[in-house]
């Protein structure tokens, strides 16, 4: 008797902790700071202007925009990971602003002031409206490059499934939702319970553009076995630099930003990213694995 009210005390906490993390999982996923984002208090004032973004849904969302300076540099869309907002990520797009290239900083729904409340779907909604603002202010879509932090590199790969683009830089990624809960709750992770996926590791196959792909080996956040897992299923051309002593949020301290634009001043430049011999040259080479 003792052992069978053992048993059933252990599945009702088992149930109830699946319970609880099916109802907080969101909060888990995103944690949005939703205070307002600020270009002057993060230092982007004379580099960047504020645009409005207007979704399919019907939200207005704040981002920060500076276009490229030469017709010769391309455009990067960066798509900041799960926590913060766009203000916190200031440093990590100056070497970009500051070669000339052309940037997009997305404030996605819920973060740094937006309104609405960030989901899976959400995001891929705030991105597919990122790239038809670009599309109005004529920049096309062999000029584009989208830059995916953690959780933004599968909103990323995820537009590069649907949409034309240049090139694909994925910043510590994850394999999915999944595989992150499965590594951190191993008995607890179930994919009926998941509510926002992004599954990656079964999207990254149909992406058929150039990919850079960045990872600390000792990333606790993201495992780095989840971006090896997605490096063996990407299409080349494919470069991939995994980092020995860097860690999830600290790549910036490596070599990051001379790395992404290392990697674009090997792309052909916008006059031959068509089907050129430029192009065909780059897609030949082979892939670079680099564990530094």
Do not use: C
Not at 73 to 95: E, K, M, P, S, W
Request: glycine share 8%; net charge positive; proline share 6%.
């Amino acid at each position: 008797m003792m052992w069978s009210i053992v048993l059933i005390l252990l599945i009702a906490a088992y149930l109830g902790f699946l319970v609880m993390l099916f109802a907080t999982q969101r909060r888990i996923v995103f944690r949005p700071d939703a205070s307002a984002a600020d270009r002057a208090a993060a230092g982007l004032a004379e580099q960047m202007t504020d645009v409005e973004i207007r979704t399919t849904d019907g939200l207005t969302l704040n981002s920060w925009w500076a276009p490229p300076v030469r017709p010769d540099r391309r455009t990067i869309v960066y798509l900041h990971g799960n926590a913060g907002h766009r203000g916190g990520r200031a440093d990590r797009i100056r070497d970009y602003l500051s070669a000339g290239y052309g940037v997009l900083l997305v404030g996605y729904r819920g973060y740094g002031g937006n309104p609405g409340r960030p989901t899976e779907a959400g995001l891929y909604d705030d991105a597919r409206a990122h790239l038809a603002f670009l599309a109005q202010q004529n920049v096309r879509p062999e000029q584009t490059v989208l830059l995916g932090e953690s959780l933004g590199t599968a909103v990323a790969i995820q537009m590069a499934t649907e949409t034309p683009i240049l090139a694909l830089i994925l910043e510590a990624p994850l394999a999915s939702v999944l595989h992150s809960a499965r590594a951190r709750y191993p008995l607890f992770a179930f994919d009926f319970l998941v509510r926002d996926k992004f599954a990656s590791i079964q999207k990254i196959g149909k992406v058929k553009v150039p990919l850079l792909l960045i990872h600390g080996e000792k990333d606790k956040t993201t495992a780095v076995r989840f971006g090896r897992m997605l490096y063996d299923r990407a299409n080349e051309p494919k470069r991939a630099h995994f980092i020995a002593a860097a860690g999830h949020t600290d790549l910036m301290n490596f070599g990051f930003a001379k790395s992404v634009t290392d990697f674009l001043d090997e792309l052909p430049p916008p006059a031959e990213s068509g089907d050129q011999p430029a192009l065909r040259a780059f897609v030949a080479s082979p892939a670079r694995l680099d564990i530094t």
